[in-house]
Nanobody, 124 residues
Framework: QVQLVESGGGLVQAGGSLRLSCAAS????????MGWFRQAPGKEREFVAA????????YYADSVKGRFTISRDNAKSTLYLQMNSMNPEDTAVYHC?????????????????WGQGTQVTVSS
């Protein structure tokens, strides 16, 4: 079992930056493929980014490619999402997720563990 707790959300102006963190506890974090997803009001939860257990392989949604960067520190059991050049369309609750299978995935139902989420609001 893995417990995931997100932090770092808040209010930012368009063009600004935020860095989200996801602290993991429980089983060995370093063996998990991790991802970030987001859910805007009235919309379905969508994939943002994923990272391999070693950090060597990355995968991004087209909507955030070139603006967001996913990373991890296995020694600290922490996942990160650096968000730059943000726009109001990035407003959502951001969730981190983990899966025991090594392959990267953008599919929600392939992630076994989820955090409660952190709110990110981008004002225009």
């Amino acid at each position: 079992q893995v417990q995931l707790v997100e932090s770092g959300g808040g209010l930012v102006q368009a063009g600004g930056s935020l860095r989200l963190s996801c602290a993991a506890s429980g089983r060995i974090f370093s063996s998990y493929t991790m991802g970030w997803f987001r859910q805007a009001p009235g919309k379905e939860r969508e994939f943002v980014a994923a990272i391999w257990w070693s950090g060597g392989n990355l995968y991004y949604a087209d909507s955030v490619k070139g603006r967001f960067t996913i990373s991890r520190d296995n020694a600290k059991s922490t996942l990160y999402l650096q968000m730059n050049s943000m726009n109001p369309e990035d407003t959502a609750v951001y969730h981190c997720a983990g899966r025991t299978t090594l392959l990267l995935s953008a599919r929600l139902n392939e992630y076994e563990y989820w955090g409660q989420g952190t709110q990110v609001t981008v004002s225009s």
